[in-house]
């Protein structure tokens, strides 16, 4: 595997780590709570910080998932290294759109 490949993946994944500690306490506090996800949506709504945080959470999860399927795709299929990589490419793009789209979706007023 290419070492800056390799450097990023072990970036996002420890950028992930506690982002995911922070998400699944909120998800715990909220349930314990009885919040409705409409009372979440309206904490939620037109915070910055929010949008930053699950902004970053979007983004670590997309280059490192990218990563990774390339990583698979390289070893475990016949498509070539310009192949691997596009395919791989296009599924990070993926992610990364969807998931601003729903940073938006939470976040915007």
């Known amino acids: 595997m290419n070492v800056r490949l390799y450097v990023w993946q072990r970036g996002t994944a420890a950028l992930m780590a ?13 349930t314990r709570q009885g919040l409705t996800a409409a009372d979440i ?12 945080f699950y902004a970053a ?18 070893e475990w299929t016949p498509l070539g ?9 296009g599924f990070a793009l993926l992610l990364a759109a969807l998931g601003a789209r729903a940073v938006l979706a939470v976040v915007l007023p």
């Open 18 to 30: 506690p982002l995911v500690l922070v998400h699944l306490a909120v998800m715990f506090y909220a």
């Open 41 to 52: 949506l309206g904490r939620t709504r037109g915070s910055v910080a929010w949008g930053l």
């Open 57 to 74: 959470f979007v983004g670590a999860a997309a280059i490192h998932a990218g990563i990774g399927l390339r990583t698979i795709l390289a």
């Open 81 to 89: 290294a310009r192949a691997v990589t596009f395919v791989a490419a």
